[in-house]
C-alpha cells in the first residue's frame, strides 16, 4: 500500500510535517513523489475518459435534435396530406427525441462538473507534486553539503593528519641539522689564497675607478676656474 491511498489526502497533505515526523525523509519523499505521479497518471485517465464520454454524448444530442426536426418535417408533411393520425405520430416520436435531449443535456452537465473537478484536482496535484520535487532537490543539496562538512571535520580531527604535519617538522629538523653541520665546518677557517687575491684584486679594481674620477673631476674644476678668469673683449 502506497504513502496515500486518496487524491484528497494527497492535495490535502502537508509535506513539512510528514518529513518531520519520518525517520527516513529521503525515502518518505521520494516515495511521495511517486505516489503523486502514478496519481496524477490516473486523474488524467479519468479526465480523458470524461471527455470522451463527453463527446460521445455531444455527438448523441446533435443527433436527437436532427431527428426531432426530422420528424416535426414529417408531422408537418402528414398535415399537409390531411393525415392527422399520421402527424400526431410524428410528434409523438419528435417529444421522445427532445424528451431524450433533456435528460443527455443533465448528463453533459454532469460531465462539465467532472470535467472541471478533474482539472482542479490537477492543478493541485501537479502543485504538490513541485512542491515535493523542490523539496527533494533542497533535502539533497542540504544532505551533500552536510556530508562534505563532514568529511571535512574528520579530517581535521583525525589524528592521522596531526601525525603527518609531525612528521613533516621531524622532517624540517633532521634537514636544519644537516645543514647545521655544513656550516659548522666553515667556522674558524680564514679565507683561502684565492679567496684573499680575489679580494685584492676587486680592491684594486675599486681604487683604480676612484683614482680616475677624482682625476676628471680635478680637469673639470681647473677648466671651469680657467674660464672665469678670461677677460671680457670690449666693444669698440
Known amino acids: 500500500m502506497g504513502i496515500?491511498?486518496?487524491l484528497s489526502d494527497i492535495i490535502n497533505s502537508n509535506l513539512s510535517a510528514m518529513l518531520e515526523k519520518a525517520e527516513d525523509p529521503e525515502k518518505i519523499?521520494?516515495?511521495?513523489?511517486?505516489?503523486?505521479?502514478?496519481t496524477l497518471v490516473e486523474v488524467r485517465?479519468?479526465?480523458?475518459?470524461?471527455i470522451a464520454d463527453r463527446k460521445e454524448a455531444g455527438r448523441t444530442l446533435t443527433r436527437l435534435s436532427d431527428a426531432a426536426s426530422e420528424w416535426q418535417r414529417k408531422a408537418e408533411l402528414a398535415l399537409t396530406k390531411d393525415r392527422e393520425d399520421l402527424?400526431?405520430?410524428?410528434?409523438?416520436?419528435?417529444?421522445?427525441m427532445e424528451e431524450t435531449s433533456q435528460l443527455l443535456e443533465h448528463d453533459l452537465e454532469a460531465l462539465d462538473t467532472a470535467l472541471g473537478k478533474h482539472d482542479e484536482d490537477i492543478s493541485?496535484?501537479?502543485?504538490?507534486?513541485?512542491?515535493?520535487?523542490?523539496?527533494q532537490k533542497t533535502m539533497q543539496a542540504r544532505q551533500q553539503s552536510a556530508e562534505q562538512q563532514l568529511r571535512v571535520r574528520r579530517q581535521f580531527h583525525d589524528g592521522r593528519v596531526d601525525a603527518a604535519f609531525a612528521r613533516f617538522e621531524?622532517?624540517?629538523?633532521?634537514?636544519?641539522?644537516v645543514e647545521g653541520e655544513i656550516e659548522a665546518f666553515d667556522l674558524g677557517k680564514g679565507k683561502s689564497l684565492s679567496e684573499?687575491?680575489?679580494?685584492?684584486?676587486?680592491d684594486h679594481a675599486i681604487e683604480g675607478e676612484l683614482a680616475a674620477?677624482?682625476?676628471r673631476l680635478a680637469a673639470q674644476s681647473t677648466k671651469a676656474a680657467k674660464g672665469a678668469k678670461k677677460p671680457a673683449t670690449s666693444r669698440k
Open 4 to 6: 496515500f491511498t486518496r
Open 196 to 202: 684573499e687575491i680575489a679580494d685584492l684584486e676587486a
Open 45 to 50: 485517465s479519468g479526465a480523458a475518459r470524461v
Open 213 to 215: 674620477l677624482k682625476e
Open 124 to 135: 493541485k496535484l501537479e502543485a504538490k507534486l513541485r512542491e515535493a520535487k523542490a523539496k
Open 170 to 177: 621531524n622532517m624540517e629538523r633532521r634537514i636544519d641539522n
Open 87 to 96: 402527424a400526431r405520430g410524428a410528434l409523438f416520436e419528435k417529444a421522445k
Open 29 to 38: 519523499i521520494r516515495l511521495m513523489i511517486q505516489e503523486m505521479e502514478e
